[in-house]
């Protein structure tokens, strides 16, 4: 299960940047209560997710992989706390369910908080303390343990000293790496297709 949650987590930040490229016109999007500019949100939320992956790689005890196939074989819920690589902290959980049956056919759903503390991100051209808090509900169906469809909701805030805003977008994707985002991502309006 652990290779779920990394590619999972690679979506994610694929995702973060895709909204990058998505996103609207920052003179037609709605005002936010930010000093950072839209890349600079956009490349500490990606800063984030790479952190989260850290925290989860390197947990004890953490996700375990049955052998046979990509299923886990542990309690449903792994919670995180971690140093972030610059300074600060990040600490979180994720619980999932598994209806992936041997063949790789079934489905998998979760639900990811992160919860940074002075975490120190990079916003493109300094180090930030980020704060905050994010909730991902994540739900995919697999045949032979090949993509079939994916769901990824994020919502949350990212704050900082100076400054916050909100998050709340959907992406849908199929097997073949296509499909939307949907939703707001500080202060853009997200509506495209991937």
């Known amino acids: 299960m652990k290779h779920v949650v990394r590619r999972t987590l690679a979506l994610l930040s694929v995702g973060v940047l895709t909204l990058s490229a998505c996103s609207s016109d920052s003179s037609t999007a709605p005002p936010t209560t930010t000093t950072m500019t839209q890349q600079e949100a956009l490349a500490v939320a990606s800063g984030i997710l790479t952190e989260v992956s850290r925290a989860?790689?390197?947990?004890?005890?953490?996700?375990?992989?049955a052998p046979a196939r990509g299923s886990a074989s542990v309690m449903p819920t792994q919670s995180f706390n971690s140093p972030c690589a610059a300074g600060g902290k990040i600490s979180g959980s994720l619980t999932y369910t598994d209806n992936v049956n041997d063949a790789g056919t079934g489905s998998f759903t979760a639900s990811m908080t992160i919860a940074p503390q002075g975490c120190m991100i990079s916003n493109g051209t300094k180090l930030i303390a980020v704060g905050g808090?994010?909730?991902?509900?994540?739900?995919m169906n697999l045949n032979q343990a090949a993509l079939v469809?994916?769901?990824?909701?994020?919502?949350?805030?990212l704050t900082w000293d100076g400054g916050n805003c909100s998050i709340d977008y959907t992406m849908n994707l199929t097997g073949d790496g296509h499909g939307s985002v949907t939703g707001t991502f500080c202060g853009a309006t997200l509506n495209s297709t991937v």
Do not use: E, K, P
């Open 149 to 157: 469809n994916m769901t990824i909701r994020g919502r949350g805030t």
């Open 56 to 65: 989860l790689s390197t947990t004890t005890g953490g996700l375990d992989v």
């Open 133 to 139: 808090q994010w909730t991902f509900d994540i739900s």
